[in-house]
Structures are given as C-alpha cells and as structure tokens.
C-alpha cells in the first residue's frame, strides 16, 4: 500500500503561510501567491493537495475564497479543502467549484448529523478531522478544547461512509518535532475508517515510518512547514511513499 504525500497550502489574509501550533498570531508568511505554489508542488509530483482556509476556521465561513478557487482552477490533481465548512450550501458550493473532498471539524463534533447526512450523499467526499490537544478534540480553529476524547470522535463516523479521519496533534503543528506517529498508528488500529496524519512533520523520517504504517490504516500525511522550510523534499517524498 502506498501513502498519499498531500503538501499544505494554509491562507490567511489571501496569502500562504504556516501556524506554529494552530496560533494565528504566531505565522509565518511564505508567499502571497497560493495558485504558484500549487503548481510548484504539482511540477514535483503532487497529485494530491491538502488547503486550509484559517481565517474561515474561526469565522466559521468561507473568507478566503478567491485563493482556493485560484488554487482550485490551476492545480491539476486533487484538492481536499477545509476550514470554516458548517453547512450544506458551502459543501456543495465547494465540490461544484471542484473540489475533491471536503474537511469537516468543528461541526463533527457540533453538528455530527449534518456530517453524516453529507457523507452519505456525496461518497467518498468527506473527511472528519479529528484534532487532539492532550487526547481530547479541539475545535473552532483550534482555540477550544472540548470533553470529547478522539477516539469517542471517531467512532461516532464509524459507519457514516466518510473516507477518512485526519488527526492532527496540534501541540505539534508548525513546530517541527516530528509527526505523533504513535497516537496516529492507534487511531488507525481503532476504527475502520482510513487516517491522514498531520501535525509536526519535521523531514523524511517521518514519512518512512508513515508509511511503514500504511497496512494499519494509515492513507496520507500532510507536511507544510518542513517543505516550505526546505528540510523535506517533496518529490523525495512522494517517491518513498509510493515505495
């Protein structure tokens, strides 16, 4: 089994940068133009992109609309969108604009029958993230923590048809101390539903031992700030995982 590489483009105020643990005061701008550095990474192989709109994380709407639709028309693989996504009318706006799968969090936890009804009817489109501080979901953009354990989160979806979870640890978002390969790998061993890792990425260790884990579950890793960093290679990357 191999491992879908998905590099991160993460917006906030139209340009792209990256957040040291979910702290919108704490970014760093890599460039104000998100439709280049799509295709930046398509030329080195990306099929898969992973986008973030932050500002529509804690608006709890879309705000950066313009830039993921730029990225959206230029990027010629698979966009997986998420951020601020809390209603029928923006998942369907979105897979209409073409849009692969959508991300789904904070209204997993707030609304999870509206995640269920969409999953249902648009298979294989909808991913649940499941973002943990200290083992328990955090939401609206990361600032609150909840009483729900993640794996409670995940269970709930269990049978709901959605194509996969996306863990992220958020104590380790941005930080470069490497992804939590172990909660991510339990996670995965836990429920039947295939598990993106994300958070904490810090160079191709990381994605050997991702990918090691593939039979257990485990179908993506996102890396943003190791990219842009340049401690990871994206195309070495893309090839380890396909190995």
């Not at 993640?150 to 269990?158: M, S, T």
Request: aromatic share 6%; proline share 2%.
């Amino acid at each position: 089994m191999s491992l879908i590489v998905f590099p991160a483009i993460d917006l906030k105020g139209g340009q792209v940068v990256r957040l040291a643990e979910g702290d919108m005061d704490r970014a760093t701008v890599y460039g104000d133009d998100p439709a280049a550095q799509a295709m930046l990474f398509a030329e080195a192989g990306a099929q898969h992109l992973h986008v973030v709109d932050l500002d529509g994380s804690f608006a709890g709407h879309a705000v950066n609309a313009d830039a993921v639709e730029s990225i959206v028309r230029t990027f010629p693989g698979h966009v997986q969108l998420g951020g601020g996504i809390r209603n029928r009318a923006s998942v369907e706006r979105w897979f209409d604009l073409g849009v692969s799968r959508i991300v789904i969090g904070t209204a997993a936890l707030k609304d999870p029958d509206f995640v269920k009804e969409v999953a249902r009817d648009f298979p294989g489109g909808i991913v649940v993230a499941v973002d943990a501080r200290d083992g328990f979901v955090a939401t609206d953009g990361w600032a609150e923590k909840s009483d729900m354990e993640v794996l409670d989160l995940a269970r709930r979806f269990e049978d709901a048809g959605v194509a996969a979870l996306l863990f992220t640890d958020v104590g380790r978002d941005g930080m470069l101390k490497g992804c939590n390969v172990q909660a991510t790998v339990d996670l995965a061993r836990a429920t039947d539903i295939p598990v993106i890792a994300s958070g904490g990425v810090a160079g191709i260790g990381d994605i050997r031992m991702l990918a090691i884990h593939a039979v257990d579950g485990i179908e993506g890793v996102i890396t943003g700030r190791a990219l842009y960093d340049g401690r990871l290679d994206l195309a070495t990357a893309i090839a380890l995982a396909n190995a």
